[in-house]
């Protein structure tokens, strides 16, 4: 992802998480730390970004920042591919762990992440900004 895909990528934000989106600042932020310790890719369809995803990675820690498909490619494989691709980047930078939360009222995205072998370790209550809690996911990977 660049700075230049953010047009793209912020509406797709916006219609995903309406009511807690990142805000353009926020994103850029991330994009500045790349490749240091941000990750970032797009999923590009008839020339079209229909996702992106984010990863950040510390020592040997990463967490999946964000995941994001149009509703229209939704279910097709394209959220999958992404997230093996980031498990691929956390691998690449000796990550030991990779962690995320996902929304406790999503149980379409939580049963992606459990296919990818991400198991439940907790939860933050009244985590995103409409009080719904997160779930926090862990997954270990083997180098």
Known sequence: MTEADLPAVM???HSTFPLDAWSEGMMRGELADQPRTRHYLVAVLDG???GYA???AAADQADVQT???L???QGTGIGGAMLSELLAEA???AAREIFLEVRADNPQARGVYEHFGFEVIG???RYYDDGTDAIMMRRKLDG
């Open 71 to 73: 509703r229209p490619h």
């Open 67 to 69: 995941i994001a498909v």
């Open 123 to 125: 939860r933050r209550r």
């Open 91 to 93: 691998r690449r930078r």
């Open 54 to 56: 984010g990863l950040a």
């Open 48 to 50: 079209q970004i229909v």
């Open 11 to 13: 509406a797709i934000e």
